[in-house]
């Protein structure tokens, strides 16, 4: 399974940025994807995650301002991200949990490469 994230970048407080994460690898299920990141100094932290069901759950920092959503193959999950702070400012990495491939379930976690999100004025 691969994860491939793309949509970062530099932006002022206040803009919007959307981050793309696109699942790959002959993949039937994807059980839930979703968005960590981590700053500078700090642990790696959950974002936003998106069930195959519909639900989601969201750090209350990012609350009201960011939405997790998939396309109708659920094979790409995607953060629009409003209102950015700079306390964004950080690494964010597409998450995938849950895979079924070729007709066998993987209950295991997948990482993509992170893409760097900057907000500064």
């Known amino acids: 399974v691969q994860l491939q994230a793309s949509g970062g970048g530099l932006v002022q407080p206040g803009g919007s940025l959307r981050l793309s994460c696109e699942a790959s690898?002959?993949?039937?299920?994807?059980?839930?994807m979703g968005w960590y990141r981590q700053a500078p100094g700090k642990q790696r932290e959950l974002v936003a995650v998106h069930t195959r069901t519909g639900s989601t759950n969201y750090e209350d920092a990012v609350k009201g301002r960011f939405t997790v959503s998939r396309d109708g193959g659920q094979s790409t999950v995607y953060l629009q991200m409003n209102s950015l702070q700079p306390e964004d400012t950080a690494v964010y990495y597409c998450?995938?949990?849950?895979?079924?491939?070729?007709?066998?379930?993987?209950?295991?976690?997948?990482w993509g490469k992170g893409t760097q999100v900057t907000v500064s004025s």
């Open positions: 998450y995938a949990q849950g895979v079924t491939r070729l007709g066998t379930f993987y209950n295991m976690a997948y």
């Open positions: 690898g002959n993949i039937e299920l994807i059980n839930v």
